[in-house]
């Protein structure tokens, strides 16, 4: 191996910015979380069964977020450490390419919006007929409903969709006509949850309801927040992006410090 570039004035300076160390143990420990998860709920001893849930598996977003920040803070840090210019280009380009798919759906969504309106309103649709199936689905859902004050994509009827909750006189379930727990207004004065009150709520008029539950869907009121937080957004994924530009720039600015070093030699 060469010898290492002695007093070169970007070694130091790209090491501590290539290897963060708490991005490199969030990247193992949400890795190390979606796995823990999957084993709990057998996926890893019978992979076949990640198909069988029909709604979205939160596990993902570790698994995903997680192995994204492992990869570049591998191949950051290794490469910077090692000045490796391999791993150096390769941590440009992955970064590129996350930037560029962000950029994309930015303009998308922008440009499609309706279109991403109907996507959303499925994609929840989907997701309340698979909310008994996966504790970590209901679980996501329930924080969802009660953050935002929503029930159901447009409206709390959309519980229609889960056999446990829909209207129909084949349901034998004692949560029909119902909505979860996370569908009702709180009460600042109860410190426990009453996880039925939400039993018969749809069977209520329409003006009772507004009583007891939320009837305001989550996709209006996911926009609502979005237009109230719109300059908080903006700012945190212009953020994001010149953080992804500075350190594209800095990696290809270090290939190039490294591969003019070599050819002095």
Request: aromatic letters at 14%; proline letters at 3%.
């Amino acid at each position: 191996m060469p010898p290492r570039s002695d007093g070169s004035r970007y070694t130091h300076l790209s090491v501590v910015l290539f290897c963060p160390a708490p991005i490199n143990f969030l990247g193992i420990t949400f890795l190390g979380i979606g796995l823990w998860a999957w084993n709990e709920k057998g996926v890893l001893s019978n992979i076949s069964s990640i198909t069988d849930l029909g709604g979205f598996d939160p596990v993902w977003l570790f698994l995903v977020v997680g192995g994204v920040m492992f990869i570049l803070g591998f191949a950051g840090c290794i490469g910077a450490l090692r000045e490796n210019t391999f791993l150096l280009k390769f941590f440009s380009v992955f970064l590129g390419i996350i930037f560029f798919l962000e950029l994309t759906a930015g303009v998308l969504a922008f440009v499609f919006k309706d279109w991403i309106k109907d996507q959303l309103y499925f994609f929840i649709n989907n997701n309340i007929r698979a909310y008994r199936d996966d504790i970590d689905l209901q679980n996501l859902i329930d924080f969802t409903q009660e953050y935002w004050q929503c029930c159901g994509a447009f409206g709390a009827d959309d519980w229609n969709l889960n056999i446990y909750f829909n209207c129909t006189d084949s349901n034998a379930s004692r949560e029909r006509c119902g909505v979860p727990f996370s569908c009702c207004t709180k009460d600042p004065a109860e410190d426990v949850i009453n996880t039925q009150c939400g039993y018969d709520a749809r069977q209520k008029p329409e003006v009772d309801q507004q009583i007891v539950i939320y009837t305001k869907g989550c996709v209006p009121q996911f926009e609502k927040w979005l237009q109230d937080n719109l300059t908080i957004v903006a700012g945190i994924f212009i953020g994001i992006a010149l953080l992804q530009i500075f350190g594209i720039c800095l990696a290809q600015n270090l290939v190039s410090d490294i591969e003019a070093v070599r050819a002095s030699w």
